[in-house]
T-cell receptor, first 115, second 113 residues
């Protein structure tokens, strides 16, 4: 069974631009969660989608948004990029909601650099 | 609010020796789950071990075992017979009550020859 895939793996953007990251979950998994990882803030939860609905949201500004499609693939979008958005963005999939103890399987991440 | 604390930013262990990584957590949930994840230099997060809070027996996965002290809200990871491939950042995490998965700040484990 294929693992979680994320595209692109690396991305360089300029301040003020917007970016879209994609995540394809493991086949059969219906939940996709997104995390931001930085050296200063560690791993921070962005949001979780289940059956095309956002079920949980972290403390990030409205510039961060996401969506999930009927095939469970998910995208996250960051508008008006700031230097502080430079991070590793991790996607994780699980069969059910993470909060119901379903184990999450992580993708390799997308390294976003904002210049 | 959920909080997870890892007080050891870095740890070192000699190959074939045993090392214990510490983790404490705080949650108001009565039903919750605890995890240890490993993140090697490749950045791929890998689940190492999981513990259900309602289970008294400590979880074990091959060379990895936990010491779960529910009353003290402590969840340490013991790695036996350490191998070079165990070198990584280890994250403790907790989830419960339909909430998000909350991670600690991580412990960087170095394995020395």
């Amino acid at each position: 069974k294929a693992g979680v895939t994320q595209t692109p793996r690396y991305l360089i953007k300029t301040r003020g631009q917007q970016v879209t990251l994609s995540c394809s979950p493991i086949s059969g998994h219906r939940s996709v969660s997104w995390y931001q990882q930085t050296p200063g803030q560690g791993l921070q939860f962005l949001f979780e989608y289940f059956s095309e609905t956002q079920r949980n949201k972290g403390n990030f500004p409205g510039r961060f948004s996401g969506r999930q499609f009927s095939n469970s693939r998910s995208e996250m979008n960051v508008s008006t990029l700031e230097l502080g958005d430079s991070a590793l963005y991790l996607c994780a999939s699980s069969f059910g909601l993470a909060g119901d103890s379903y184990e999450q399987y992580f993708g390799p991440g997308t390294r976003l650099t904002v210049t | 609010a959920q909080t997870v604390t890892q007080s050891q930013p870095e740890m070192s262990v000699q190959e074939a020796e045993t090392v214990t990584l510490s983790c404490t957590y705080d949650t108001s949930e009565s039903d919750y789950y605890l995890f240890w994840y490993k993140q090697p230099p490749s950045r791929q997060m890998i689940l190492v071990i999981r513990q259900e809070a309602y289970k008294q027996q400590n979880a074990t996965e091959n060379r990895f075992s936990v010491n779960f002290q529910k009353a003290a809200k402590s969840f340490s990871l013991k790695i036996s017979d350490s191998q070079l491939g165990d070198a990584a950042m280890y994250f403790c995490a907790e989830v419960g009550g339909g909430n998000k998965l909350t991670f600690g700040t991580g412990t960087q484990l170095k394995v020395e020859l």
